[in-house]
């Protein structure tokens, strides 16, 4: 089964400070997403890449950035956490081509306080 | 902009069925669906894809008009392991490989 791990499961940080967020996938897809989940807001796409160091910005990328240096790792950063940056954040990973679900992490819930 | 599900919660009875709407203002070139248990990661269910395909997992099953940018989820006879909150993620283009998705269905099934 393909597994996509998230380093961390909890986290809290301080207002201000620069936060990675871990995301490790044993697969090799070439995809792979990174999404914020609110209540009542779904999931929603912050950053994804299709290749190594390549990179796309989704629907709300403000505040974020994000690296792929290796395949199996994609990076997420908060270059200054602010308290609106708290939420469940998600990683997936897919294959390339159709018809090919995403498998997503457990999640880190971030609390930026 | 977000597909919009309907509706935003239900609450049934084991053995009931269950119907889960997702529809969007813009042309779709596939719809997922994903279920995902409390604490636990989204886990993939079934893919549609553009042609009004109608597909099948178990009890549930799915479908998806295309000229309506419509897709509906079906739950047959539930079971209790069928709660959670499902999620719609649409494909706007072939090739797009990112999904846009709904705002979620909460779905809680009784004994």
């Known amino acids: 089964d393909v597994k996509v791990t998230q380093s961390s499961r909890y986290l809290v940080k301080r207002t201000g400070e620069k936060v990675f967020l871990e995301c490790v996938q044993d697969m090799d897809h070439e995809n792979m997403f990174w999404y914020r989940q609110d209540p009542g807001l779904g999931l929603r796409l912050i950053y994804f890449?299709?290749?190594?160091?390549?990179?796309e910005k989704g629907d709300i990328p403000e505040g974020y950035s994000v690296s792929r240096e290796k395949k199996e790792r994609f990076s997420l950063i908060l270059e200054s956490a602010s308290t609106n940056q708290t939420s469940m954040y998600l990683c997936a990973s897919s294959p390339p081509g159709m018809g090919y679900g995403y498998t997503f992490g457990s999640g880190t819930r971030l609390t930026v306080v | 902009q977000q597909p919009v599900q309907s509706p935003q919660a239900v609450i049934l009875r084991e053995g009931e069925d269950a119907v889960i709407n997702c529809s969007s203002s813009k042309a779709l070139y596939s719809v997922h669906w994903y279920r995902q248990k409390h604490g636990e990661a989204p886990v993939f269910l079934m893919i549609l894809l553009k042609g009004g395909e109608q597909k099948g997992h178990e009890k549930i099953s799915a479908s998806f008009n295309e000229k309506k940018q419509q897709s509906s989820l079906y739950l047959t006879a539930s079971q209790l392991s069928y709660s959670g909150t499902y999620f719609c993620?649409?494909?706007?283009?072939?090739?797009?490989?990112?999904?846009?998705f709904g705002q979620g269905t909460r779905l809680t099934i009784n004994p």
């Open positions: 890449s299709y290749d190594v160091k390549m990179k």
């Open positions: 993620g649409t494909e706007r283009a072939q090739g797009a490989q990112k999904l846009v």
